[in-house]
């Protein structure tokens, strides 16, 4: 296999690091473009040498499939969210390209399949119910659940990055966010149900748990936890990510949890990344992405731990094809060299960027990396989902104890917030 190549979905967040990565193996790439991460604003302009499944294809699978025959493809990576569901459709028809189980293969982007495969396989869920696209008929034990004082979580069956995501506490706002998605275009641009969830109970905490699939069984890659708020309209906001150590107590109780949902979902091969809130009910899925952690984790857990789920996948691919790798003990868990966080910026309410914040965050102690997305004298609303936080800017925070990277992460979003003015 040492002339495959390697196609690779919507490129875009983290799944712009493969080719260098893939570079180093000497394996060629092939990079497509499809509406569905434009329709997403995943990206905004066409991707560097990039081929464009609308303009090159039309479109059209089979002429998409041919290529890939011509051109020895022989590995296919979703890049990002939105290329996962033709990502599994193509790793399912090219021969002998490592692939999940063909079967319900919906059960990895679609929540609603997602939820209903967990509870088929007996993996313990939050009770959820669906409302189909189009549909405005709120079940009626929903709404008896919040006339009982019960909050509700809302989000989409399709979707990525908390879009669209609300907490809802009355029998109206339940329905306002039902018909938000229901009535809506999704954030793919195809129609969406609406998943109406029980809120997890307190005291609870959300993690990312990011692995890696081979036949030979599932690798943990690490482990990291969320601190967020909910805003006063209900929206979920991400102050930051935190990595945490491989023998921290509570990363066993959720990797073994994460592997029962692997299997739940017939994930065989590649990396997923997963969000489970755990508490007095034990682990449970909130969400779920068959391709690696965005918003450039990867990179920063390469730093942290030296390996990541990009890094990983790229050896394995290596591997595949036949060329000579470094060997390494698998399964073992990982260890950080230090500890280590990722700021997500945010906004309570509507504000111009003032610009300039870039260099005086990066003279702040531990901080390794800035990236402000946000434009000077652009305006913008108050945050709602991570894709808000993402279009303002991350800063990549670490430090020798747990008490340090607190200090740390507080002054970098006391400083980030100097460069926003209200309006």
């Given amino acids: 296999m040492s002339n495959s190549s390697v196609l690779i979905v919507d490129p875009v967040s983290s799944g712009k690091l493969y080719p260098r990565v893939l570079e180093r193996y ?37 002429l998409l499939l041919k290529m890939c025959t011509d051109r020895s493809v022989s590995y296919v990576i979703a890049g990002s969210e939105p290329g996962v569901e033709l990502a599994e459709r193509l790793r399912a028809d090219i021969p002998d390209c490592p692939a999940g189980e063909t079967i319900l293969p919906m059960r990895r982007w679609d929540k609603q399949y997602m939820f209903e495969a967990l509870a088929a396989a007996g993996v313990p869920t939050l009770t959820t119910r669906a409302v189909p696209p189009g549909g405005d008929a ?11 004082g019960r909050k509700l979580v809302v989000k989409p069956a399709r979707g990525a990055a908390s879009v669209g995501v609300r907490l809802v506490a009355t029998p109206g706002e339940l329905s306002d966010a039902v018909s938000a998605i229901t009535d809506g275009a999704g954030l793919f641009g195809g129609a969406s149900a609406a998943l109406i969830q029980e809120m997890y109970p307190a005291p609870r905490v959300e993690y990312a748990v990011d692995t890696f699939s081979t036949p ?7 482990v990291s936890v969320y601190d967020k708020w909910v805003s006063a309209s209900g929206d979920f906001v991400y102050e930051r990510g935190r990595w945490l150590d491989h023998d921290d107590p509570v990363v066993r109780d959720v990797a073994d949890y994460a592997r029962r949902v692997l ?3 017939g994930v065989r091969v590649g990396p997923a990344h997963m969000e489970i809130m755990s508490g007095p009910l034990g682990p449970r899925l909130i969400d779920f992405g068959a391709r690696a952690h965005g918003i450039g984790h990867p990179q920063h857990t390469h730093l942290l731990t030296g390996n990541s789920q990009i890094h990983r996948e790229c050896e394995y691919i290596a591997e595949l094809f036949g060329i000579p790798v470094p060997t390494a003990e698998r399964g073992t868990g990982y260890a950080l060299s230090r500890h280590g966080a990722l ?8 504000a ?25 004298g652009r305006t913008y609303p108050p945050t709602k989902s991570m894709m808000d936080s993402v279009a303002l800017g991350l800063v990549f925070v670490v430090a020798d104890s747990a008490d340090e990277l607190d200090f740390r992460c507080t002054e970098v979003r006391k400083r980030a917030g100097d460069f926003f003015a209200p309006v």
């Fill in 263 to 265: 299997d739940a979902l």
């Fill in 216 to 222: 030979a069984g599932h690798e943990l890659v690490c």
């Fill in 352 to 376: 111009v960027y003032l610009g300039g914040a870039d260099e005086e965050l990066a003279e702040l102690p531990g901080v390794l990396e800035v990236r402000m997305a946000a434009g000077p």
């Fill in 138 to 148: 709120v079940p009626a034990e929903a709404v008896a659940e919040v006339r009982a």
């Fill in 343 to 350: 700021v997500l910026l945010s906004i309570d309410r509507e």
């Fill in 26 to 62: 000497g394996i060629e790439t092939i990079l497509l473009d499809t509406d569905h991460a434009l329709v997403s604003e995943f990206r905004t302009a066409p991707t560097p040498g990039a081929l464009n499944f609308a303009a090159d294809f039309g479109n059209s699978y089979d």
